[in-house]
């Protein structure tokens, strides 16, 4: 071939050479691309059913990927220690099939009956944990549960949904106008919430009681009180922790194997050594579901507070990035319902649930790749244990009943069809086209 025919098959339609308009109408069309994309997707994220739909989908895919890794994490020690891989995978199973439900109902229950729910539920809590300092069971130290039989009780964990309903309550109560005077937050929130953290404290429950004060702090932010309130709080906070690692011998070495993990990596780092050891292995994609190795008893408490060490391991850094991304938009959910609710109780709920939940994964993978301390919190829907699950799915069941108060909501959910499918389709803009109401004949 010539290279004058050469140059004719190259050559774009109509003769024209390729030149610098070209290359700018071709940028000028990408951009176009792109902002289009960029319009579709603010075009989603404004739609009434959002912060629903996101509620509904983070939390089915926690719960899916926390059943994966709580069989793949436990199955080693549960065949050593009970003779079945599925033990402890059988009874998560258990505590989801309970909370699934219990979500559900929430989600279908009105604002008042949350605001009702607090008092009896911090009354419980407080009896809970004045029967554990009695007849509580005492395991790796720490006397936190009661022995019901068949199942472990943890009244530390439903003491948040506790704590947080029934201070948002107090709070929305005392609005005026939609403004509460922090003054009012010293009668009876505090003693209330010093009394509750005291007691999870006197069975050795540092994290659930840090736990207890974002619950706390959320509170305050939402209300408005002023910084040199947080500041003297926090203050206080730090005198009382100093003063708890200094009084038992455990976490003073906790402390010292989170400064130091690899100088104390056969003692108080041992635990923080063998996580990162883990997380390390992983690599980008991981050694593949069930195929870790820390988890030959190498990780203690490998299905619970170190769950996502073997995560991490298994599914690599690009697992833990979507575990991340997850609770990310499960938070971003949260406080997208506190800010378009206009009730006051609605909105320090929600901003209180976020604190917990989210704070609450923070603490844990924090603790995983060693920026905290340990604490011994479990992992938000991931972690085994029924006693931190249900009412944690409770807490997002409420979330889904405040996020149908958001503007257009209702309607929304009336419109796109009958079944949740269907709805979400809808939603998603993959449905057909909605039926349209013939008029009635018999009318003029």
């Given at each position: 071939?010539s290279a004058a025919a050469h140059e004719g098959a190259v050559r774009p339609e109509g003769?024209?050479?390729?030149?610098?308009?070209?290359?700018?109408?071709?940028?000028?069309?990408?951009?176009?691309?792109?902002?289009?994309?960029?319009?579709?997707?603010?075009?989603?994220?404004?739609?009434?059913?959002?912060?629903?739909?996101?509620?509904?989908?983070?939390?089915?895919?926690?719960?899916?990927?926390?059943?994966?890794?709580?069989?793949?994490?436990?199955?080693?020690?549960?065949?050593?220690?009970?003779?079945?891989?599925?033990?402890?995978?059988?009874?998560?199973?258990?505590?989801?099939?309970?909370?699934?439900?219990?979500?559900?109902?929430?989600?279908?229950?009105?604002?008042?009956?949350?605001?009702?729910?607090?008092?009896?539920l911090m009354a419980l809590s407080i009896l809970g944990l004045v029967l554990v300092l009695?007849?509580?069971?005492?395991?790796?130290?720490?006397?936190?549960?009661?022995?019901?039989?068949?199942?472990?009780?943890?009244?530390?964990?439903?003491?948040?949904?506790?704590?947080?309903?029934?201070?948002?309550?107090?709070?929305?109560?005392?609005?005026?106008?939609?403004?509460?005077?922090?003054?009012?937050?010293?009668?009876?929130?505090?003693?209330?919430?010093?009394?509750?953290?005291?007691?999870?404290?006197?069975?050795?429950?540092?994290?659930?009681?840090?736990?207890?004060?974002?619950?706390?702090?959320?509170?305050?932010?939402?209300?408005?009180?002023?910084?040199?309130?947080?500041?003297?709080?926090?203050?206080?906070?730090?005198?009382?922790?100093?003063?708890?690692?200094?009084?038992?011998?455990?976490?003073?070495?906790?402390?010292?194997?989170?400064?130091?993990?690899?100088?104390?990596?056969?003692?108080?780092?041992?635990?923080?050594?063998?996580?990162?050891?883990?997380?390390?292995?992983?690599?980008?994609?991981?050694?593949?579901?069930?195929?870790?190795?820390?988890?030959?008893?190498?990780?203690?408490?490998?299905?619970?507070?170190?769950?996502?060490?073997?995560?991490?391991?298994?599914?690599?850094?690009?697992?833990?990035?979507?575990?991340?991304?997850?609770?990310?938009?499960?938070?971003?959910?949260?406080?997208?319902?506190?800010?378009?609710?206009?009730?006051?109780?609605?909105?320090?709920?929600?901003?209180?649930?976020?604190?917990?939940?989210?704070?609450?994964?923070?603490?844990?993978?924090?603790?995983?790749?060693?920026?905290?301390?340990?604490?011994?919190?479990?992992?938000?829907?991931?972690?085994?244990?029924?006693?931190?699950?249900?009412?944690?799915?409770?807490?997002?069941?409420?979330?889904?009943?405040?996020?149908?108060?958001?503007?257009?909501?209702?309607?929304?959910?009336?419109?796109?069809?009958?079944?949740?499918?269907?709805?979400?389709?809808?939603?998603?803009?993959?449905?057909?086209?909605?039926?349209?109401?013939?008029?009635?004949?018999?009318?003029?």
């Amino acid at each position: 071939m010539s290279a004058a025919a050469h140059e004719g098959a190259v050559r774009p339609e109509g003769g024209a050479r390729p030149d610098g308009r070209g290359r700018a109408a071709n940028r000028a069309h990408g951009e176009g691309g792109v902002r289009e994309h960029l319009l579709t997707l603010r075009e989603l994220l404004n739609r009434p059913l959002t912060s629903y739909y996101l509620i509904v989908g983070c939390s089915a895919l926690l719960l899916a990927l926390g059943l994966m890794m709580v069989l793949s994490a436990s199955s080693i020690e549960a065949l050593q220690e009970t003779g079945s891989p599925f033990y402890w995978f059988f009874k998560q199973s258990i505590s989801v099939a309970i909370g699934i439900p219990i979500m559900w109902v929430c989600a279908q229950l009105p604002a008042r009956f949350f605001r009702w729910a607090g008092y009896p539920l911090m009354a419980l809590s407080i009896l809970g944990l004045v029967l554990v300092l009695f007849v509580g069971t005492s395991q790796l130290g720490a006397q936190r549960w009661i022995d019901l039989g068949p199942v472990y009780l943890q009244p530390s964990e439903p003491a948040k949904l506790g704590l947080l309903l029934w201070g948002a309550d107090l709070l929305a109560r005392r609005a005026r106008n939609g403004v509460i005077e922090w003054r009012h937050l010293f009668i009876p929130l505090m003693p209330g919430t010093a009394i509750l953290a005291v007691m999870v404290m006197l069975g050795s429950d540092l994290g659930t009681t840090l736990v207890l004060m974002l619950i706390f702090l959320a509170l305050l932010w939402v209300v408005g009180a002023p910084l040199r309130l947080f500041g003297g709080i926090l203050a206080v906070a730090v005198l009382a922790t100093i003063v708890m690692i200094s009084t038992e011998g455990y976490r003073a070495g906790r402390i010292e194997g989170w400064l130091d993990p690899w100088g104390n990596a056969q003692g108080t780092g041992y635990q923080a050594v063998q996580g990162q050891i883990a997380m390390g292995s992983g690599g980008w994609f991981g050694l593949g579901l069930g195929s870790s190795r820390q988890k030959w008893s190498w990780i203690p408490h490998a299905e619970s507070d170190f769950i996502f060490s073997i995560l991490g391991e298994e599914l690599g850094l690009m697992g833990t990035l979507v575990v991340v991304a997850l609770f990310g938009l499960l938070g971003y959910a949260g406080l997208r319902v506190a800010t378009r609710v206009k009730d006051p109780f609605v909105r320090l709920a929600s901003a209180a649930a976020v604190a917990w939940i989210a704070g609450q994964a923070i603490v844990n993978i924090g603790a995983v790749i060693g920026v905290l301390p340990i604490t011994g919190i479990p992992l938000p829907l991931v972690s085994y244990g029924g006693s931190a699950l249900l009412p944690t799915l409770a807490a997002l069941g409420m979330l889904l009943s405040f996020a149908k108060q958001e503007p257009g909501a209702r309607e929304a959910l009336a419109a796109h069809g009958p079944g949740p499918v269907a709805r979400a389709l809808s939603w998603l803009g993959l449905a057909g086209p909605a039926r349209k109401r013939r008029p009635d004949r018999g009318r003029r």
